[in-house]
């Protein structure tokens, strides 16, 4: 939790009392569904909440700006982002039910209305969406297939609209086979821990 609240300093009282919350949450709901690996469950800050934040040094969503996270797991990246960023409006979207109960459980306990957990394949969903998020959820052309017609062209935050996708080791070959162009972010670059030495934030536009 310290680490948050060093890399990100402004929060509000209540973003680091949701932030501070989301330990304890976390370790309740992970006694009944194993959502967070129970091998590294002790740097869930670490792994899974300041890694989501990667999110935030790449891009801020400007307040209406309408966020997906697909494979949203037990809620990463959307929870921590849906905490930083209470202006914008996120759906936390998963096939697995029991995945999307903890994600609705956490949310209600933080008082997180920005947020909207859903069971649901993607390729199903008829909404359009300013940002696509996600963490490492299948191979690139895969995920741009069932996602990139769900994007709305525009700019609603700091980058165009477009997917931020947080991924980790070589990537080129990957990236390549979509025939888009890719930014690649080093996450080392914003935080210093070892953890994060190979960690990438990569984006692209809707153009």
């Given at each position: ?5 060093r ?13 501070a ?33 990667a ?89 741009l ?10 700019q ?7 997917v ?10 990957e ?21 994060f ?11």
């Amino acid at each position: 939790m310290d680490s948050v609240f060093r890399y990100f300093p402004d929060l509000t009282p209540r973003q680091r009392e949701q932030f501070a919350a989301l330990g304890p949450l976390y370790a309740e709901w992970n006694a009944r569904i194993n959502v967070v690996s129970r091998k590294d469950f002790d740097q869930l800050y670490l792994r899974h909440v300041l890694h989501s934040l990667a999110i935030a040094r790449v891009c801020a969503f400007a307040a209406g700006a309408r966020v997906l996270d697909v494979g949203c797991g037990g809620g990463f990246p959307s929870v921590p982002l849906a905490i930083l960023f209470p202006g914008a409006r996120f759906t936390a979207a998963d096939s697995i039910r029991k995945k999307i109960a903890v994600v609705e459980g956490v949310a209600g306990a933080l008082g997180l209305r920005n947020l909207t957990p859903r069971c649901v394949r993607v390729e199903t969903l008829t909404e359009r969406f300013d940002y696509v998020v996600s963490r490492a959820v299948t191979a690139m052309p895969e995920f741009l297939k069932l996602t990139w017609n769900r994007i709305e062209r525009g700019q609603s935050g700091s980058l165009p609209n477009g997917v931020l996708y947080l991924k980790g080791g070589d990537l080129a070959e990957e990236l390549a086979l979509t025939g888009k162009r890719w930014d690649v972010y080093d996450i080392a670059r914003f935080f210093e821990e070892e953890f994060f030495e190979t960690k990438k934030v990569v984006y692209t536009p809707k153009k």
